[in-house]
T-cell receptor, first 113, second 109 residues
Framework: IAGITQAPTSQILAAGRRMTLRCTQD?????MYWYRQDLGLGLRLIHY???????GKGEVPDGYSVSRANTDDFPLTLASAVPSQTSVYFC????????????FGPGTRLTVL | GQNIDQPTEMTATEGAIVQINCTYQ??????LFWYQQHAGEAPTFLSY????GLEEKGRFSSFLSRSKGYSYLLLKELQMKDSASYLC??????????FGAGTTVTVRA
């Protein structure tokens, strides 16, 4: 079944640890995005990639990094997790760089203690 | 940047109609989206407006007035399964989406 998968589903992490959230899509979408969703704040864009090999910063990029080695995968890395990074993280993709509807993965619930 | 406002919560009765308003201020406008998000799940696409007017899709309709920076999502013949959060999102001239905080709709029998 075509779509976007994210792993892990949930994770509890000690502060200071490194963590990579995985995102894979099989729709051959060019553009991919990472958002975080916090109560009362809505979805906020962390990083994006318009096409394989390129990335850009969103609204809240500090403390996060991404890479886009191929079309399908877009991992998000927290180099040294802090409690303020406790959130639900959604990966999304679209056919073109924003000029199309974005489709979301199921999310990763991350708790940093 | 974007400033997007929508009500936090709304409650309605099964079979009724509910209208969720969204106002926005933007440095560049390139379309408005509505997404539905059930608790613990991913947002799913509902509707898209880029020109003024009403877009109808079954029980759901969305309206846009660019001059007023205003949109609404109309849910008709409410069903229990419509209980969810509804997210208004504005796309800017760089094709980035900015989301409102969402409106939680509770449908009661």
């Amino acid at each position: 079944i075509a779509g976007i998968t994210q792993a892990p589903t949930s994770q509890i992490l000690a502060a200071g640890r490194r963590m990579t959230l995985r995102c894979t899509q099989d729709m051959r979408h060019n553009a991919m995005y990472w958002y975080r969703q916090d109560l009362g704040l809505g979805l906020r864009l962390i990083h994006y990639s318009n096409t394989a090999g390129t990335t850009g910063k969103g609204e809240v990029p500090d403390g996060y990094s991404v890479s886009r080695a191929n079309t399908d995968d877009f991992p998000l890395t927290l180099a040294s997790a802090v409690p303020s990074q406790t959130s639900v993280y959604f990966c999304a993709s679209s056919t073109l760089a924003g000029a199309d509807t974005q489709y979301f993965g199921p999310g990763t619930r991350l708790t940093v203690l | 940047g974007q400033n997007i406002d929508q009500p936090t919560e709304m409650t309605a009765t099964e079979g009724a109609i509910v209208q969720i308003n969204c106002t926005y201020q933007t440095s560049g406008f390139n379309g408005l989206f509505w997404y539905q998000q059930h608790a613990g799940e991913a947002p799913t696409f509902l509707s898209y407006n880029v020109l003024d007017g009403l877009e109808e899709k079954g029980r759901f309709s969305s309206f846009l007035s660019r001059s007023k920076g205003y949109s609404y999502l109309l849910l008709k013949e409410l069903q229990m399964k419509d209980s969810a959060s509804y997210l208004c999102a504005v796309r800017d001239s760089d094709y980035k989406l900015s989301f409102g905080a969402g409106t939680t709709v509770t449908v009661r029998a």
